[in-house]
């Protein structure tokens, strides 16, 4: 059934036009369920949350350090990849200092800087002002290099059940061109490029509170991203801050977070200012042949 639902998406997505599919989950009187694009009676819409969950704000830290002077505004990158912030200071009372612009900044990995300083235009009296802080993940003064890449993962050859601008979930800008490629829960995941582990998740299980399930976010030397999602949980076995190599064993393929079925959702993202997108993409082979390093499973 999940496989003629997954075909389902894919045919009726290839004859739609450019709009969000919806799609229907009933269950029949003999406790199948099923999925289907007709509001039959009973049904109900399948709502699909193509969004990512990375709690940056743990790592992303804009700190206050009072002294005689005033307060210095110190922002905190602990994260292994560059954060590009940008700072604005609202609702400012008796504030000097408070710059004209918002401050936008290129935060390195694993640093620190001084983002203001402020002080009382009338020191009998208190300050009052709002710091307001943006960020996303990755530099965008980077440009994408032309890149094949690999099929990430080991044995096969497995299906694409949908492709990039998929009317069902790959159509906001984060998952736009993403693939999505059906396989047996614990398949071997690789990398399919060489760069930084920068953010993982391992431990969530079922549909949980992730609608990407468990993931391992990479950082390429040109500023892209690889991003591999709904894997096994405790499978991931890199750790954040970890060089990977291409075709390097990551994690494990499965059925987490909002996910219709196994199998790996791959997607490439860089910051394009202030967030990320997914970006066009291509495999160096077709997605149903053999990977040139697979080895087969476990």
């Known amino acids: 059934m999940l496989g003629r639902f997954l075909s389902l998406v894919l045919l009726l997505g290839a004859s739609l036009p450019a709009a969000a599919l919806t799609i229907y989950k009933y269950t029949d009187a003999n406790g199948v369920v099923t999925y289907t694009d007709k509001a039959v009676a009973g049904a109900k819409v399948f709502v699909f949350r193509d969004r990512m969950v990375e709690r940056l704000d743990l790592s992303v830290k804009l700190e206050t350090k009072k002294h005689a002077a005033g307060e210095t505004l110190l922002l905190r990158n602990e994260l292994f990849a560059p954060v590009e912030v940008e700072l604005r200071i609202e609702q400012a009372e008796n504030v000097s200092g408070v710059p004209d612009q918002p401050i936008r900044w290129v935060l390195a990995p694993r640093s620190s800087m001084r983002m203001a300083t402020l002080a009382a235009a009338d020191a009998s009296r208190p300050m009052r002002y709002k710091p307001k802080l943006r960020y996303a993940l990755g530099d965008p003064r980077l440009q994408p290099v032309l890149y094949r890449y690999p099929l990430p993962w080991q044995g096969g050859p497995f299906r694409l059940t949908q492709g990039a601008n998929g009317r069902y979930s790959h159509f906001t800008p984060k998952g736009r061109y993403a693939l999505d490629i059906?396989?047996?829960?614990?398949?071997?995941?690789?990398?399919?490029?060489?760069?930084?582990?920068?953010?993982?998740?391992?431990?969530?299980?079922?549909?949980?509170?992730?609608?990407?399930?468990?993931?391992?976010?990479?950082?390429?030397?040109?500023?892209?991203?690889?991003?591999?999602?709904?894997?096994?949980?405790?499978?991931?076995?890199?750790?954040?801050?970890?060089?990977v190599a291409m075709g390097e064993r990551i994690a494990r393929s499965g059925n987490t977070g909002n996910s219709t079925g196994p199998h790996l959702h791959f997607v490439i993202q860089r910051n394009i200012g202030l967030a990320l997108e997914s970006i066009p993409f291509d495999f160096a082979q077709p997605v149903d042949s053999l990977p040139n390093f697979a080895v087969g499973g476990e």
């Open 182 to 243: 059906a396989m047996p829960e614990g398949t071997p995941i690789v990398a399919a490029r060489s760069g930084m582990v920068v953010k993982i998740e391992n431990d969530q299980s079922g549909r949980g509170n992730n609608p990407s399930g468990n993931f391992v976010r990479i950082l390429h030397d040109d500023g892209t991203m690889g991003v591999y999602l709904h894997l096994m949980r405790g499978s991931v076995q890199v750790r954040e801050g970890q060089q």
